[in-house]
């Protein structure tokens, strides 16, 4: 089957209809370009302080948004372990129920983890001051020794799905957990005297390194 299209002259009323449904829609345009973003918003890990462990040990941060007044809709977020001879991610759990998740957030060392979490209509509700946990990380100590958890944001959303705008100071942070057990050796030691009676007292030097 053939179509065939003919010219016909446009009326100076329509033309003007037309125009004016242009202009309308440029506007709309314009208007969603220049809507507000949600604001600024903080990510810190909790407890940010020095821990003590042992191996074996397992240790809980919280994944923390501040000042999101906006609640929380979305977002992405790197963590890292910075020794994995000394500590591995072994779980991550994200806040709420999200529409999408990560399906394997941590990977094979257990040396990185990846939430990329979108929430549908029970988005992350912010207390009155703005905070809310968006997520978990688990970290096992595996050997003696010191190990930072890392973080860094690519994105924190909103409800409506507009950017938090992130302070450069919040982009990076870590929790440090310390070994609290020492090595030590005694290199040298001496007394003042070599027979004492009981009750008395000796003074006692030694070098430790």
Do not use: C, H, W
């Amino acid at each position: 089957m053939t179509r065939s299209y003919s010219k016909r002259p446009v009326s100076g009323a329509i033309l003007s209809v037309m125009l004016l449904v242009a202009v309308v829609a440029l506007g709309s345009i314009a208007v969603i370009g220049l809507a507000a973003g949600a604001g600024s918003a903080n990510v810190v890990l909790d407890p940010p302080e020095t821990s003590d462990g042992e191996v074996g040990d397992t240790f809980e941060v919280d994944i923390l948004a501040t000042d999101a007044d906006g609640d929380v809709g979305a977002y992405a977020i790197d963590l890292a372990v910075d020794d994995t001879s000394n500590a591995e991610i072994i779980a991550v759990d994200v806040a709420g129920d999200p529409l999408f998740e990560s399906a394997a957030p941590i990977s094979e060392d257990g040396s990185e983890a990846r939430l990329d979490t979108v929430y549908g209509d029970e988005v992350l509700e912010s207390d009155d001051d703005g905070n809310v946990v968006i997520g978990t990380v688990t970290v096992e100590k595996v050997s003696d020794g010191d190990f930072d958890v890392e973080y860094s944001i690519d994105t924190l959303s909103d409800a409506d799905g507009q950017s938090y705008q992130i302070s450069e100071v919040a982009q990076q942070g870590d929790v440090t957990i310390t070994d609290p057990t020492t090595d030590f050796e005694v290199t040298a030691a001496s007394v003042s005297e070599t027979t004492v009676q009981p009750g008395e007292t000796v003074d006692f030097q030694a070098t430790v390194e």
